[in-house]
Structure formats: structure tokens, C-alpha cells
């Protein structure tokens, strides 16, 4: 009985801690339809006038490109150096760990500081501040999350697979392929969805080194004059989308898994 | 067997494997990251003046940081959110990563459940931020469920602009990324160390304080150190969904602003100290590899 209890009460602060991460999704999406000028109940009556002002707006799709170019390419600048980084410390080398910390730092110093520190870089530079000036910000906060989870999620067996690959004959190339990649490419595969999440969120390091404006930056100068319903209705649209992408990449991650054979 | 024997012991020493595949990231690291870290340093250390600086030395603006009432107060605000925003996170954490990792049988359900808590983070910060309005606002849900209740007699205006609603949005924001590290810990445990433990005799809270914890420590120490982090160089939701007051990080986000940037830089260069003396005095407790 007591381990019943146990259960009972850890899926009781899991429901607090999933209603505390999702209340304000099931507000922004209830409120999104609402005909009245204002972001507080009561809901006067539905309406889609504030998905049509916002699909109307060309400043905001523009800038939601935007993010989603800077997101893309994130993930694949970040998942390009993640990879083999997370995958050097499948046996240790020397100076590992301080090398480790040292990209670590990427997700330890503050973002404002980062921030600004980013804007005397490209002022010394001579760089001028675009969409792109944002790559290597961005990545810098990504890549060592990429690295943590390929790092942990190397199999303690790969380097004795790889070995057993070799001396039945394979060559480098085909142990990587056969062996080496498809034990590391869940990690690689997280990782890379990971450093997209981060990117196109980001608010805190873009603010003084990215112009024109992605979509969080757009949004926080907007809240910064009033903020609207029309938000809510964007901040909904983007969710039905994302959770749609979800299940197509789900639904093609699970047929590819069937395709494949394992690898022998 | 012969085969294996008459192999060469494999290369140790001059191994540069390990090092070709780490380079890349770390020279990105090393320009992009460090790069315009020495620059906050040296420009700490500039002479500021109207709208602009001059680069002489001098140790002002570290003078006027810890001086500075206002710039005294921004920072003990700051510390006070990160130290309750990263306790509760971790509080509240901990027993859902074990529920994740430990309660749930399913594969399947398990990533569902964590997919499922990455998915608000596809949402705008601001626009998530912003969504608290209706529910916290004076006329809003939580003031009328309350009401209902009969908690409250009347609606209390405290819950929205104020430091209740800039630690509720913060830990909604960071809770994830301490169940995370968490839940790794706890699913590279051995299973087999818990009837070790049982067969020796150790009851389930010793099993629970001896391996379970002390294991997880690791996840624990990651997930604190990134929260605490985040709500130092967090300078906008105060600003959005907060009580007029200014941390730490609107302080440099101001400064900047009104071109003072050898200030900011001082201060940023405190705060990265103070978030830098955090972390490694989480790290220093527990052992790391353990995760790897």
C-alpha cells in the first residue's frame, strides 16, 4: 500500500507541474477567440477577427520566416559540431573534461551578458548586425546541450561493437555507418530538435545582435506597446502547427524504424 | 581467438581522434563565445562618457556597482529570484522525473509525456508570458476559482505584476530543463544495485537516500545550475509580467540602452562571477561522469 501512495503522490505534482506548464497554453488558446478588445475575462462572444489580424500583418509572417531560417539553420550548424564533439568522449582523452567545460560555458554565462558582449564582438569586427549575426549566438547556446546528450548517450558498449565490427572485416567507414551512427543518432536526432526549440525562442541574447527582427523580438517590442488578443491567436496557430509537425515526424520516425532493418 | 591475439595493442598516446572530432566545436566556442567575453572584460574597465566611452582604465564602474544602491538592490533581487526560482524548480522536478523514469512502464507513453512537456516551448516566450494575463489578473481565472472557493472574499490584485507572477513564470519557463537532466540520472541507474541493496538488507529509504538520490545528483546539479543561470540573465520577464523593480539583467539590459557600456559590462562581468561561482560550487559536490 505504501509504494501505491508513493505512485499517488508523485502523479499528483507531476499533474501540478504539467497544469503549471500548460495553463497558459489552454488561456492563450481559449482567449485567442475572444471578440473583445482585451486579454482578461469575461469572453464577450468567439471570433476569428484576431487570427485574421495577425495573418494580415505582414511584419509578423515576416518575421516568423525569419526565425524559422535562423532555427533551421541552428540546428544544422549546431548538430554539425555536436555530433562528433559528444562522440570524441566515447573513451577519455587527455584534457576531456576541461574541454567539455570550456563549451559547457556556452549555457552557463547569462544571456544578457552574452548578449553584449556579442555586440562589442561584432562592433570590433566591423560586422554589421543582420538576421545572420545571430548564427553563432545562437549556436553557442545550443551546441552544448547537443554535446551533453550525445555524450550521455553513448552506449557503454559501442567502442567493444565497433571493435567486434573490425575484426570481422568492415572498414571504417562501414563500422561509422553500420555501427558508430545508428546508436548515436537518437541522441544526434534530440540534440538537433533541441537546438531548433532553443533558437527559435530565443529573446535574450538576439535582443542587441539581431536586425531585422525574428519573431520573439517582433513580439516583445509589441508587448512593450500594448498587448493584444491577436498574440494569443499567433501564439495558437503556432502550436496547432507545431503539434501537427509533431505527428507527421512521428508518424514517419516509426514507418523508417519499421523499413530498417537493425543493424548487424 | 588467435586473430584477436595477434593484434597490435591499439595507439594510446598519440591518439588524435579524440581531438580532430572536438576541434571544430571548440574553436567555435573559443571565437564565438570567448571572443566577445575578453571584450566585456576590457570594456569594464573603460572610462564611460556621455552616450559613449574612451578606453582609459579605470576601476569606476566596478566602484559605482557595488556602491550604487540601485545597482546593489538590482543584484540581491536577482540572487533572491534565481535562489527561489531554482529551489522550487528542483522541488517540483525531482518527483516528476522519477515518475517519468521510474513509474511509467510504457516506452512509448514515457516519450510522449516527455515530448509533451518540450511542446509550450515551441510557443514565443513572450507570447506564453503574456498568456498568464488572463489568468492572473485581477478579473481573471485564478482570482475567480479562488473566489469560488471562498479562499478569497474579494479579488486580490497581487497575483499579476508583481514577484508571485515573475517566480511563476520563471519556474513555468525552467522546470523542464531541470526534469530533463534529472530523468537521465535516474534512467542510467542499474537496476540490479537496488536488489543488491535489498538483498543486503536496506530498507527502501536507504535504497531511496543511497542510490536512487545519490545517484541523480549529477541531474540534479545540471538542472539547478542552468535554471539558477536563466533567471540571472532573465531581464524580461520582470519587465513583462512583473512588479516595477529592476534586476540585475534589466540593469545591463538599461545600461545598454542609454549607451553606458562600460557599466553594463561591470556589472555583467558580476553577475557571469556570481553565476560562475554557483555552478561550480553545484558541480564541485557530485561527480559529474556519473551522467556519462
Keep these: 500500500m505504501a509504494r501505491d501512495y508513493l505512485k499517488i503522490g508523485l502523479a499528483v505534482v507531476t499533474i501540478v507541474v504539467a497544469t503549471l506548464v500548460y495553463s497558459p497554453i489552454v488561456s492563450m488558446i481559449v482567449f485567442s477567440f475572444n471578440s473583445a478588445d482585451r486579454m482578461v475575462p469575461p469572453i464577450e462572444g468567439l471570433s476569428l477577427r484576431w487570427y485574421e489580424k495577425w495573418l494580415s500583418s505582414p511584419e509578423i509572417v515576416n518575421s516568423l520566416t525569419r526565425s524559422l531560417e535562423l532555427a533551421i539553420a541552428t540546428a544544422a550548424v549546431a548538430m554539425a559540431l555536436f555530433a562528433p564533439a559528444g562522440l570524441a568522449y566515447k573513451r577519455p582523452f587527455r584534457g576531456a573534461e576541461a574541454i567539455f567545460y570550456l563549451i559547457i560555458l556556452g549555457i552557463i554565462v547569462p544571456g544578457v551578458t552574452y548578449g553584449l558582449g556579442a555586440i562589442f564582438f561584432y562592433r570590433q569586427l566591423g560586422v554589421p548586425i543582420s538576421l545572420w549575426t545571430g548564427l553563432p549566438v545562437h549556436v553557442v547556446w545550443a551546441l552544448p546541450w547537443g554535446m551533453i546528450l550525445v555524450r550521455a548517450g553513448i552506449d557503454p558498449m559501442l567502442i567493444e561493437y565497433e571493435e567486434a565490427a573490425k575484426t570481422l572485416g568492415a572498414t571504417s567507414f562501414k563500422v561509422f555507418r553500420r555501427v558508430t551512427l545508428p546508436l548515436i543518432a537518437p541522441a544526434i536526432m534530440a540534440g538537433a530538435l533541441f537546438a531548433f526549440t532553443l533558437s527559435i525562442g530565443e529573446l535574450f541574447r538576439s535582443v542587441f545582435i539581431v536586425n531585422p527582427d525574428t519573431l520573439p523580438l517582433r513580439v516583445f517590442g509589441i508587448v512593450q506597446i500594448r498587448a493584444t488578443p491577436a498574440l494569443l491567436a499567433l501564439g495558437s496557430t503556432m502550436t496547432i502547427f507545431s503539434l501537427g509537425l509533431l505527428v507527421v515526424v512521428g508518424l514517419l520516425a516509426r514507418k523508417s524504424l519499421r523499413l530498417t532493418p537493425a543493424p548487424s | 581467438m588467435i586473430l584477436l591475439a595477434d593484434r597490435p595493442p591499439p595507439k594510446r598516446v598519440w591518439d588524435v581522434g579524440p581531438y580532430i572530432l572536438v576541434l571544430p566545436a571548440l574553436t567555435w566556442t573559443l571565437i564565438f563565445l570567448i ?91 513572450t507570447i506564453r508570458t503574456i498568456s498568464w494575463i488572463p489568468m492572473l489578473g485581477t478579473n481573471g481565472v485564478l482570482n475567480g476559482v479562488l473566489m469560488g472557493l471562498h479562499i478569497l472574499s474579494e479579488p486580490s490584485p497581487l497575483f499579476l505584476y508583481s514577484d508571485f507572477a515573475t517566480v511563476l513564470v520563471m519556474i513555468q519557463s525552467y522546470v523542464v530543463f531541470v526534469i530533463g537532466p534529472i530523468f537521465l540520472a535516474l534512467a542510467k541507474i542499474d537496476p540490479l544495485l537496488y536488489e543488491a541493496a535489498a538483498a543486503s538488507g536496506a530498507n527502501r529509504i536507504k535504497q531511496f537516500y543511497h542510490i536512487t538520490l545519490r545517484l541523480s545528483l549529477p541531474g540534479v546539479a545540471i538542472g539547478a545550475a542552468f535554471v539558477f543561470v536563466a533567471s540571472m540573465g532573465d531581464w524580461a520577464t520582470p519587465k513583462v509580467i512583473g512588479r516595477i523593480a529592476t534586476t540585475a539583467g534589466q540593469f545591463i539590459y538599461n545600461s545598454q540602452v542609454y549607451l553606458n557600456w562600460p557599466f553594463a559590462s561591470a556589472v555583467s562581468v558580476i553577475i557571469t562571477g556570481i553565476a560562475l561561482i554557483i555552478v561550480i560550487a553545484l558541480f564541485t559536490g557530485v561527480n559529474l561522469r556519473q551522467l556519462f
Excluded at chain 2, 70 to 90: H, K, M, R, W
Design chain 2, 35 to 125: 571572443g566577445p567575453l575578453v571584450q566585456i572584460v576590457v570594456m569594464s574597465f573603460y572610462t564611460p562618457v556621455q552616450l559613449s566611452y574612451v578606453p582609459i582604465f579605470t576601476l569606476s564602474n566596478y566602484v559605482k556597482a557595488f556602491t550604487n544602491p540601485t545597482a546593489q538592490a538590482s543584484i540581491l533581487l536577482t540572487l533572491e529570484y534565481s535562489t527561489i526560482v531554482a529551489g522550487v524548480s528542483v522541488l517540483l522536478a525531482y518527483p516528476v522525473a522519477y515518475f517519468l523514469a521510474n513509474k511509467i512502464q510504457s516506452q512509448t507513453l514515457k516519450t510522449a509525456l516527455l515530448v509533451a512537456l518540450i511542446i509550450p516551448f515551441w510557443i514565443d516566450w
